[in-house]
């Protein structure tokens, strides 16, 4: 499955993220532990934005310039709706160049859908986008080895891939960050997110 085909299969369930069922307080901890590390509040980038907001208000919040990037129409049409000062995008990451330099990039539950033969380009290229001192966190599954599958919990079909634990280590640090924070938050799942810093 391919990044245009899983943002088909999000354009189908956008109200997933519009009532009750859905936590608005997701990541909202771990964003605050991350936006800790940081000593320049600039540009923002959230990859994957989705439909509510929530991270990209937190950071406005904490004084950061949002932008959101979706491979979702109808997400990005729904976010762009709620916020029309913020710039969005609706781009495949995979391809996407980024062109500006940021200080704070979130991918909360969203690259874990790219294949995985583009997760190492992928991180890389966020990686790179980041200025001195700039820090990123995403989130993954933290399976012990590489590897993919899919998963039809949300209703369509999804495709999700990992590099497995020490793999995203490894990309992180051969692109010149260290690692702030490392943490199995949802355990015994396995979701697990990273804290990345861009050395200096």
Not at 158 to 168: E, H, Q, R, V
Request: with cysteine; proline share 4%.
């Amino acid at each position: 499955m391919n990044p245009v085909e899983t943002g088909k299969n999000y354009d189908t369930i956008t109200d997933l993220w519009s009532d009750d069922r859905f936590n608005m307080k997701n990541g909202i901890d771990q964003h605050r532990r991350a936006i800790n590390f940081i000593k320049s509040r600039g540009k923002a980038l959230d990859v994957g934005c989705g439909r509510t907001g929530r991270i990209m208000d937190l950071l406005a919040k904490e004084g950061f310039k949002p932008e959101g990037l979706d491979i979702s129409e109808k997400m990005i049409a729904l976010a762009r709706s709620r916020n029309p000062e913020w710039n969005f995008y609706q781009e495949d990451i995979c391809s996407y160049p980024l062109s500006e330099k940021y200080d704070f990039i979130t991918a909360w539950d969203s690259i874990w859908h790219i294949p995985l033969d583009e997760q190492v380009s992928v991180i890389s290229k966020l990686a790179s986008a980041l200025n001195p001192n700039g820090i990123m966190i995403f989130s993954f599954g933290g399976v012990n080895e590489p590897g993919n599958h899919t998963d039809d919990t949300m209703g369509p079909m999804m495709y999700y891939s990992s590099l497995g634990t020490n793999g995203f280590i490894k990309v992180f640090l051969d692109n010149g960050c260290t690692i702030k924070h490392l943490e199995f938050d949802q355990y015994p799942e396995l979701h697990t997110y990273i804290v990345a810093q861009k050395i200096a």
